[in-house]
């Protein structure tokens, strides 16, 4: 079992749920599986990583109890609900990365299939949801081990309801909130004085009975404008003068990758070394077209097994098309510190739904969008002794682990005389960088400034390796906690940055210093997570704040 450098936060009497003895691990050369809980009481579909280093997680409210109780015989009453009026389980819980324990929270109104974004103040913003949520804003502002911090609603705060809609933090630290079921337009957070703008792109991306178009993937543009990608086509929209300024082409062979065929889609690294920086994004996997209406009726047709490329600043774009290993719809893709990209979750057949997947890819793949093309960019990883299908989620932590949980195919909690149960538990995913054979080559962060600066601005930080190689191995990366569901990580981002300097202080102690970003459309402003990467081993993370 890899054993983890945690940090010394302590998560004291508040969590009312003590941390289990994490078992043995699911191991093997190609990363390793970690059982954290064999249940948190909740089905993990939405997550999302704090700066104090706990994750909050949530599911709907809408179908019955939950297998945690609400603490101290608080119970839920909403008329509206479609099934308990009076409820007195969680549908969220906080969970602390570091002790491995986890508290229940109090959620009102339905979040089934919404959206979120993290302010630059830590605070956690979730849009809409469904039934009396669907209108609704939630928030949550992580606070210290001795307080008790939950969910605030602000009921009808959307101007629009937002089911199925994706979220993106702005320079200017505003949100964007894109689409939703039968909602064609977008909005802000807070609101603007020019409401809800209606974009025709997502009238043209909707296919007719099937939609394709929900959740569009969302990538900001080191140039201020937004990438919106929607069933096979995408857009640059400028959204402060609401102008669509560029059509890209769509991508080869004209199977959907939005929600319900699933696929997910990163802004690869933007490299701050680069004398202009070239964007580009990567879509993967997803289900032809008519998988929806073939899988209603029982039939489960093979996932895409594609990923396409494309290079958004440049004269000409095109697409350029991979194949992955095995075919996968309802996977997530997530940025390790490295760079690398990890395909995690989901299915080999069908389609996102109740019922509709089948054929459980457990092994995750590991991209490295660095390597030649000629190479061969993925390699498999060991395989999950769990099915994570519909419903389940996957984020980065701050020690490099993947947080795996959830996974509902069904309307209701079903743990019997079904092909896929509820899944309630939690596991991690150690990536082959954690192996204890790389921890002669892996840096440990001694110190570190707290807050770093734009345009260019020198940060300072100290850190210990034990086999220094060279400075032409090293590397600073930051990365932007993401909001995870229905297999897309809203708001993530990575940024090399530029080292100014290294020097050796001590035996194996260094100090480095690096450029901050040059701008917040580089890096909008918020908590991020920082790693120096030693000959692709990277340190465990460190949060800044930046802007």
Not at 102 to 125: E, H, K, Y
Not at 253 to 266: H, K, Q, T
Not at 426 to 449: G, K, Q, T, V
Request: proline share 7%; net charge negative; charged share 15%.
């Amino acid at each position: 079992m890899i054993k983890f450098l945690l940090f010394s936060l302590s998560f004291s009497h508040v969590f009312s749920i003590v941390a289990s003895q994490a078992l043995p691990s699911y191991s093997g050369r190609n990363g390793e599986w970690q059982l954290l809980h064999e249940s948190v009481g909740i089905s993990a579909m939405h997550m999302q990583l704090l700066h104090n280093n706990k994750v909050i997680i949530f599911d709907r409210t809408d179908f019955g109890p939950s297998n945690l109780s609400l603490p101290n015989g608080i119970c839920r009453v909403d008329s509206s609900d479609t099934m308990l009026q009076t409820d007195c389980t969680a549908h969220s819980i906080l969970y602390d990365i570091v002790t491995n324990g986890f508290r229940p929270l109090m959620i009102q109104t339905d979040t089934w299939c919404s959206s979120g974004a993290v302010l630059p103040n830590g605070t956690l913003v979730q849009t809409g949801g469904y039934n009396d949520g669907d209108r609704n804003i939630r928030s949550f502002t992580p606070c210290s081990d001795d307080e008790y911090c939950n969910w605030i609603e602000f009921p009808q705060s959307l101007i629009q309801r937002r089911w199925y809609a994706s979220n993106q933090v702005l320079p200017d630290g505003r949100i964007i909130i894109v689409g939703g079921r039968r909602q064609f337009n977008y909005e802000f957070y807070p609101s603007s004085w020019n409401g809800v703008i209606f974009l025709d792109f997502l009238v043209e991306t909707n296919d007719q009975g099937l939609e394709n178009n929900l959740y569009p993937f969302l990538h900001l543009l080191p140039d201020g404008n937004l990438f919106i990608f929607a069933n096979t086509r995408s857009i640059l929209l400028d959204y402060n003068q609401n102008m669509v300024l560029k059509e890209f082409p769509r991508i080869p062979g004209d199977d959907p990758r939005n929600y319900p065929s699933s696929g997910s889609s990163v802004l690869l690294p933007l490299d701050e070394n680069d004398a202009i920086i070239e964007p580009e994004i990567m879509v993967c996997g997803g289900a032809p077209r008519d998988s929806f209406i073939q899988a209603m009726q029982g039939n489960f047709i093979r996932a895409i097994s594609t990923c396409g490329r494309l290079k958004v600043s440049v004269p000409n774009p095109s697409w350029t098309m991979e194949d992955m290993p095995m075919a996968r719809v309802m996977g997530d893709m997530i940025l390790l510190p490295t760079g690398d990209v990890l395909i995690i979750n989901g299915a080999e057949l069908g389609t996102a739904g109740w019922e509709l997947g089948r054929g459980p890819v457990t092994r995750p793949i590991i991209y490295r969008p660095s390597d030649d093309v000629s190479n061969w960019r993925f390699s498999v990883m060991s395989p999950s002794p769990r099915p994570r299908m519909y419903h389940s989620s996957a984020i980065l932590l701050t020690d490099g682990r993947i947080l795996v949980s959830g996974s509902n195919p069904h309307v209701y909690y079903n743990f019997t005389n079904v092909e896929y149960p509820t899944d309630l538990s939690m596991e991690s995913f150690s990536p082959p960088y954690l192996s204890p054979e790389y921890d002669p080559i892996r840096p440990r962060i001694l110190s570190a400034d707290e807050k770093m600066g734009y345009g260019g601005k020198l940060f300072w930080l100290s850190f210990q390796v034990q086999a220094y190689l060279t400075a032409n191995v090293l590397s600073v990366t930051i990365v932007a906690p993401s909001f995870a569901t229905h297999s897309f990580s809203m708001n993530q981002r990575m940024v090399l940055l530029k080292i100014a300097g290294v020097t050796d202080i001590a035996p194996s102690t260094y100090n480095l210093v690096v450029a901050g970003p040059s701008t917040a459309e580089i890096a909008p402003p918020g908590y991020y997570m920082l790693f120096v990467v030693h000959a692709h081993v990277p340190s465990y993370g460190r949060w800044v704040k930046i802007g």
